[in-house]
């Protein structure tokens, strides 16, 4: 007998009022932003929601991959680490929901919604765009919750009899037919596996849909094949960064306690260390091509981040610090220390990886730095360099910033631990 059950828990009181309470904070610092009269609080509000939404909506996604290629590569060491990825989805329905923002704030974020893209009139005519990006989200929402209830069903054979109220209600809901554990089990590992196949390439083209359309639209000129694999990939790494600090900080909680062992612990840092090598290969695979073939309509997304400094024309000494201080150039560079340099060469031995103190470090470093990475994806797009050299102030840590970054941060935990409150067990759930 399987020991993958979910047994009845309760919802930790404190940790559920600390994230309320941060959604509160994002909600009003969202409706002050957008409800005001000063048009420029507007845009910013409405940017930085953009830039935490496309950061939480493809790390939760990322998160249901991270278990389909579990089950696709027929792992067995991850124990319960497969069901925190799980209910890391559980943020999906909220994501789809917070989507209908971006659409109401399309005047103050995408300048095509109003001025044509001169060669992009059909792919950027704003019905089109935001009917298709619609549909590939409903659909990568739809498949993602059919996976989480295909990997869930078999674990609740035994609550299903005990429970009552609504819990017991959504029980047999989710139960509706019931086999026998033993057969529930064997039809769900084989249904499972193959919508892994299927979650896999959805998330890969939903998201790159995504990229095209919310980030690459905003420099309408900028063109780039590998940009849209950059972004799902780091949706995939800022996951597993994520998994790990939930494992490490619940391991000696009574849901995991002596689950999340030195050798899981060695393997979550493998994937950090690994998948941030491949992250920056993307980044250097699109940067190199542009930086060889130097044109203008290419270069422009690179020096409104990087600034001039790392263009081929610059690649010299005199003026290098005054170049370093142009816009964004600080912000830019944090980031890729945070998500690539820091994690290489702190992870590069095996102890560093066993040890949690240090993983966990690198882990929160690299959420910190795929925050980042999202605002100055967004951001220099809407507002240039020149701009910020005129006078324009902008910051990643701003009361706005700061404030809906918080609401974003409680609704996926309140998600997060509303989905184990609704299947309790889940994440103490022995495999």
Same mark, same amino acid.
């Given at each position: 007998?399987?020991?993958?059950?979910?047994?009845?828990?309760?919802?930790?009181?404190?940790?559920?009022?600390?994230?309320?309470?941060?959604?509160?904070?994002?909600?009003?610092?969202?409706?002050?932003?957008?409800?005001?009269?000063?048009?420029?609080?507007? @845009?910013?509000?409405?940017?930085?929601?953009?830039?935490?939404?496309?950061? %939480?909506?493809?790390?939760?996604?990322?998160?249901?991959?991270?278990?389909?290629?579990?089950?696709?590569?027929?792992?067995?060491?991850?124990?319960?680490?497969?069901?925190?990825?799980?209910?890391?989805?559980?943020?999906?329905?909220?994501?789809?929901?917070?989507?209908?923002?971006?659409?109401?704030?399309?005047?103050?974020?995408?300048?095509?919604?109003?001025?044509?893209?001169?060669?992009?009139?059909?792919?950027?005519?704003?019905?089109?765009?935001?009917?298709?990006?619609?549909?590939?989200?409903? %659909?990568?929402?739809?498949?993602?919750?059919?996976?989480?209830?295909?990997?869930?069903?078999?674990?609740?054979?035994?609550?299903?009899?005990?429970?009552?109220?609504?819990?017991?209600? $959504?029980?047999?809901?989710?139960?509706?037919?019931?086999?026998?554990?033993?057969?529930?089990?064997?039809?769900?590992?084989?249904?499972?596996?193959?919508?892994?196949?299927?979650?896999?390439?959805?998330?890969?083209?939903?998201?790159?849909?995504?990229?095209?359309?919310?980030?690459?639209?905003?420099?309408?000129?900028?063109?780039?094949?590998?940009?849209?694999?950059?972004?799902?990939?780091?949706?995939?790494?800022?996951?597993?960064?994520?998994?790990?600090?939930?494992?490490?900080?619940?391991? @000696?909680?009574?849901?995991?306690?002596?689950?999340?062992?030195?050798?899981?612990?060695?393997?979550?840092?493998?994937?950090?260390?690994?998948?941030?090598?491949?992250?920056?290969?993307?980044?250097?695979?699109?940067?190199?091509?542009?930086?060889?073939? @130097?044109?203008?309509?290419?270069?422009?997304? $690179?020096?409104?981040?990087?600034?001039?400094?790392?263009?081929?024309?610059?690649?010299? +000494?005199?003026?290098?610090?005054?170049?370093?201080?142009?816009?964004?150039?600080?912000?830019?560079?944090?980031?890729?220390?945070?998500?690539?340099?820091?994690?290489?060469?702190?992870?590069?031995?095996?102890?560093?990886?066993?040890?949690?103190?240090?993983?966990?470090?690198?882990?929160?470093?690299?959420?910190?730095?795929?925050?980042?990475?999202?605002?100055?994806?967004?951001?220099?797009?809407?507002?240039?360099?020149?701009?910020?050299?005129?006078?324009?102030?902008?910051?990643?840590?701003?009361?706005?910033?700061?404030?809906?970054?918080?609401?974003?941060?409680?609704?996926?935990?309140?998600?997060?631990?509303? +989905?184990?409150?609704?299947?309790?067990?889940?994440?103490?759930?022995?495999?």
């Amino acid at each position: 007998m399987s020991h993958d059950v979910a047994t009845p828990g309760s919802l930790p009181k404190v940790p559920a009022a600390i994230f309320g309470a941060l959604v509160v904070v994002g909600a009003v610092t969202l409706i002050f932003g957008v409800a005001s009269s000063d048009a420029e609080l507007a @845009n910013r509000t409405y940017r930085v929601f953009l830039h935490n939404w496309l950061l %939480w909506a493809v790390l939760s996604n990322g998160a249901l991959v991270l278990s389909a290629g579990m089950r696709l590569t027929n792992a067995n060491w991850q124990g319960p680490i497969q069901r925190v990825a799980d209910s890391m989805g559980a943020y999906l329905p909220a994501s789809l929901l917070l989507f209908s923002v971006i659409y109401f704030g399309r005047h103050h974020l995408f300048e095509w919604v109003e001025h044509p893209i001169h060669g992009k009139e059909f792919w950027f005519e704003p019905s089109f765009t935001f009917t298709r990006d619609v549909i590939a989200l409903l %659909w990568i929402t739809f498949v993602s919750i059919f996976y989480q209830y295909l990997s869930i069903r078999p674990m609740l054979g035994r609550a299903r009899e005990t429970a009552t109220g609504l819990r017991g209600a $959504i029980y047999q809901r989710w139960t509706a037919g019931w086999r026998g554990e033993e057969r529930e089990r064997e039809i769900a590992t084989r249904r499972a596996r193959k919508l892994a196949a299927v979650l896999a390439l959805s998330y890969a083209i939903c998201y790159s849909l995504i990229g095209i359309d919310m980030i690459m639209s905003l420099a309408a000129e900028w063109v780039s094949t590998m940009f849209p694999a950059y972004y799902a990939w780091g949706g995939f790494l800022s996951a597993i960064s994520m998994t790990t600090v939930i494992c490490l900080v619940m391991r @000696n909680s009574s849901a995991l306690s002596g689950q999340i062992t030195t050798s899981r612990i060695h393997d979550l840092g493998k994937m950090v260390f690994a998948f941030s090598i491949f992250w920056m290969y993307l980044f250097w695979s699109q940067y190199f091509v542009i930086w060889y073939a @130097n044109i203008p309509e290419e270069t422009g997304f $690179i020096v409104n981040r990087l600034g001039s400094e790392f263009l081929q024309d610059t690649w010299y +000494f005199a003026g290098y610090f005054t170049r370093l201080a142009e816009p964004y150039v600080h912000v830019t560079l944090a980031a890729w220390f945070l998500i690539w340099v820091i994690p290489f060469w702190v992870l590069l031995g095996a102890q560093p990886k066993k040890t949690p103190a240090i993983l966990g470090t690198v882990a929160v470093g690299s959420l910190l730095g795929f925050y980042l990475e999202r605002y100055i994806l967004v951001t220099p797009s809407l507002i240039p360099a020149k701009a910020v050299l005129a006078g324009a102030a902008v910051t990643p840590f701003g009361a706005v910033e700061l404030g809906i970054a918080a609401g974003f941060v409680g609704l996926f935990f309140i998600c997060f631990l509303g +989905f184990a409150k609704v299947f309790p067990g889940t994440l103490s759930a022995r495999s």
